[in-house]
């Protein structure tokens, strides 16, 4: 079955306290992406890669790291959290970076920052 | 002002009603432009995809784009209760953008039975 992966599903961590949120696809799809969904303001793209070791900003990047060493994950790092981070993260992966493909969203995380 | 605009609603239609769900945007890049709908507790999910000016059906919906207006709509007819769900529109200018994609805050509809 063509997924995409997310763990954990629910987190509550502490400000500061360094954290990994794991997405892997089984579709061997080239773009992958880190989305934050918040009231209001919708769907707001982190980052986003094209191919292995190509990773680019998007419209949200402060405070957030990533990395795309294999095809199929792309991991998505919270290096010293904070409260303003407390949201819903959803990973996505497509074949074309421009969705002629279905992009295929991932169950997403909820996360929590106190 | 955001790039992509949309009436977050909600917007409660009776069973059978023609829904139409709008974004505007202000960036003239962009060539891309897709409708995603997302369940309760859900992912996104991609329902319809247009590439540049003009119309797109698939069965009961029907996207459409104006770029001279910067204005794109998807209706829905014969709508159905499992229509129920939050739609989101998004809009990428593809290579000129950096293939980022932009989303609008997404439409909550209701339809009741």
């Known amino acids: 079955e063509a997924q995409v992966t997310q763990n954990p599903r629910y987190l509550i961590t502490v400000t500061g306290k360094k954290l990994t949120v794991t997405c892997s696809q089984n579709?061997?799809?080239?773009?992958m992406s880190w989305y934050r969904q918040d009231p209001g303001l919708g769907l707001r793209q982190i980052y986003y890669?094209?191919?292995?070791?190509?990773?680019d900003k998007g419209d949200v990047p402060e405070g957030y790291k990533v990395s795309r060493k294999e095809k199929r994950n792309f991991p998505l790092i919270l290096e010293s959290p904070s409260p303003n981070q407390t949201s819903l993260y959803f990973c996505?992966?497509?074949?074309?970076?421009?969705?002629?493909?279905?992009?295929?969203f991932g169950p997403g995380t909820r996360l929590t920052v106190l | 002002q955001k790039e992509v605009e949309q009436d977050p609603g909600p917007l409660s239609v009776p069973e059978g009603a023609i829904v139409s769900l709008n974004c505007t945007y202000s960036?003239?890049?962009?060539?891309?432009f897709m409708w995603y709908r997302q369940y309760s507790r859900k992912g996104p999910e991609l329902l319809m995809y247009?590439?540049?000016?003009g119309n797109k059906e698939d069965g009961r919906f029907t996207a459409q784009v104006d770029k001279s207006s910067k204005y794109i709509s998807l209706f829905i007819r014969d709508s159905q209760p499992s229509d129920s769900a939050t739609y989101l529109c998004?809009?990428?200018?593809?290579?000129?953008?950096?293939?980022?994609?932009?989303f609008g805050a997404g439409t909550r509809l209701f339809v009741k039975a």
């Open positions: 579709m061997n799809h080239e773009y």
């Open positions: 998004a809009m990428s200018a593809g290579l000129r953008g950096g293939f980022k994609t932009i």
């Open positions: 960036n003239s890049a962009f060539q891309y």
């Open positions: 890669s094209m191919n292995v070791e190509v990773t």
């Open positions: 996505a992966s497509s074949s074309t970076p421009t969705s002629t493909d279905t992009q295929y």
């Open positions: 247009t590439y540049s000016s």
